[in-house]
């Protein structure tokens, strides 16, 4: 079997992750700005509720069809080019941000955000697959997967002091301006006629990615409806720390924006953890000689038995003890993304991951998209307390979503044995 690239230049693999670390931060960070922002930009231009939760919907409604749109120019244009055009096109969108004048602007903007994010999420795992070798790709994606959420633990403080010195509208032009940074130094630095990283013969399934999409042999497998089965119970669970319990906090538990930005950082730090984290476990299963597939779902069911303690939020504690629910929710969470992402390429050939990571999205989105709007009817009329209640059922009935994906032989071991 040839070498893969990442083999043969090894100190250069461990820089795509960092690189793909760096875009991750960015791409949490330019999603936060709006929900950190959203008492200031919802009283300047007259947003309700309803409103916000339409500005949220407009973004995971890009972010849902953007898996399907970024795995047609993954497939096309590689995971290399691709990741260029995701982030450019994602820190325009959020610099456009700074400029509008109406709800519905914003809602144009924070949709073209949304179709180019989703995309860093199709060709990151992509180059892992490229660059790694099995025992370590989980670890590369907690990696990367961590560093987005240490981006969203970051943006409490630093979109806070924005606002506060420079105002919404530049706030949005200064983190657009560092994604632009980011795509310079990916396109000096990551250049095959330099250092050579993608090579034909060295990655066949990259060679066989340009041939016809192959789209129905994927969606008959099993595997990937019920992988999508299993993010559609548990992504609305992060969205709804991600975009509301800022809110939350500072509406419902009576928190300054300073006092928000100061505390809240702790939830999306805890995430970073739970990336690394569960990486290093199933990682650790691996190498005692668990299949991989296996050692996924196995890190999945401890997130299981785990998250269900995070309902308590329901009960309206004091905000130390919301913020450690909140920071241990968002822990085992990233921990249960992690291997779920790993399961995509333990059981799908390279060519196809970006198809997969499409239909995931999709289903994962309609979900989000509808529980996104029922929050903000629940948060104008009731309170936030019924989403808690989510979590405790959430996780469990994922966990046998994944178990069932893994039962029976996947593509990749028919292709390998073929």
């Known amino acids: 079997m040839a070498a893969t690239p990442g083999q043969r230049w090894p100190r250069f693999r461990w820089f795509v992750v960092a690189m793909l670390a760096a875009a991750a931060v960015l791409n949490y960070l330019d999603r936060q700005t709006l929900a950190l922002m959203a008492g200031t930009i919802q009283g300047q231009l007259r947003i309700s509720d309803v409103g916000y939760a339409t500005l949220v919907n407009a973004f995971l409604a890009a972010y849902t069809i953007g898996g399907l749109i970024s795995a047609l120019i993954v497939d096309r244009l590689g995971a290399r080019r691709s990741m260029a055009l995701f982030v450019g096109w994602w820190s325009l969108a959020s610099a456009l941000s700074g400029m509008a004048g109406s709800m519905w602007q914003l809602a144009a903007t924070r949709f073209a955000l949304g179709i180019a994010e989703a995309g860093g999420w199709i060709a990151s795992p992509k180059l892992v697959q490229e660059w790694f070798p099995n025992r370590e790709r989980a670890l590369a994606i907690g990696i990367y997967s961590s560093a987005a959420h240490f981006g969203a633990a970051l943006a409490p403080i630093l979109i806070t002091t924005l606002l506060i010195t ?38 066949p399934e990259q060679r066989a990615g340009r041939a016809p999409a192959e789209w129905g042999a994927v969606l008959r497998t099993r595997g990937v409806w019920l992988i999508a ?128 990571m499409a239909v995931n999205g999709i289903i994962g989105g309609l979900a989000t998209i509808v529980t996104t709007h029922l929050v903000g009817e629940l948060v104008a009329t009731i309170t936030y307390r019924p989403m808690f209640l989510m979590i405790a059922i959430a996780y469990p009935l994922g966990l046998l979503a994944a178990f069932l994906a893994t039962t029976g032989r996947s593509m990749l071991d028919r292709e390998i044995a073929a």
């Open 166 to 203: 420079v105002g919404w509208r530049a706030t949005f032009v200064v983190t657009g301006a560092i994604g632009l940074t980011w795509l310079a130094v990916w396109q000096l630095t990551y250049r095959p006629n330099r250092i050579g990283p993608v090579d034909k013969e060295a990655v």
């Open 229 to 356: 089965i299993g993010n559609a119970l548990t992504n609305p669970v992060w969205f709804f720390y991600l975009f509301w319990f800022p809110k939350y906090l500072t509406e419902e538990r009576g928190l300054t924006v300073a006092e928000m930005g100061r505390l809240s950082w702790v939830v999306y730090a805890s995430a970073g953890v739970g990336s690394v984290l569960g990486g290093i476990i199933s990682g650790a299963l691996v190498r005692r000689g668990m299949r991989p597939a296996r050692a996924r779902v196995a890190t999945m069911a401890l997130v299981a038995v785990i998250a269900p303690i995070g309902a308590f939020n329901a009960l309206a504690p004091a905000v130390s003890i919301s913020l450690a629910l909140g920071a241990l929710v968002a822990l085992v969470h990233t921990a249960w993304v992690t291997n779920q992402t790993a399961l995509c390429v333990d059981l799908y050939p390279g060519r196809h991951i970006g198809k997969v």
